[in-house]
């Protein structure tokens, strides 16, 4: 499966940011998450949309502020991204899962896109 995403930028603080991934037409049956590795630390997980888009998951860190969609019809993922903050400054990814539940577990995603690049200033 190929995996491009696309959206990031460099945003002051509060701002906001929508990621796109096309994930390709193999992907249209699993689960899909975003994942991000800020400078110097390992790869965290972001959020996670199941096959039938009900039931999202959101690491603690982003719930409230960020949001996760997809649209079948188009094989597009979205992550759309409010109040930023500095912290949230990283490299972000999106992956496809090997089943259609959604996961924060890392090793179960086993199809990368290259990242996207978001900066969030203060």
């Known amino acids: 499966v190929q995996l491009q995403a696309s959206g990031g930028g460099l945003v002051q603080a509060g701002g906001s940011l929508r990621l796109s991934c096309a994930a390709g037409r193999t992907s249209s049956n699993n689960a899909l998450g975003w994942f991000r590795r800020a400078p110097g630390k390992e790869r965290e997980f972001v959020a996670s949309?199941?096959?039938?888009?009900?039931?999202?998951i959101y690491a603690d860190s982003v719930k409230g502020r960020f949001t996760i969609s997809r649209d079948i019809a188009k094989n597009t993922l979205y992550l759309q991204m409010d109040s930023l903050k500095p912290e949230d400054t990283a490299v972000y990814y999106c992956a496809v899962a090997r089943g259609s539940m959604a996961t924060s577990r890392l090793e179960y995603y086993n199809s990368w896109g290259q990242g996207t690049l978001v900066t969030v200033s203060s």
């Open positions: 949309i199941p096959y039938r888009a009900a039931s999202t």
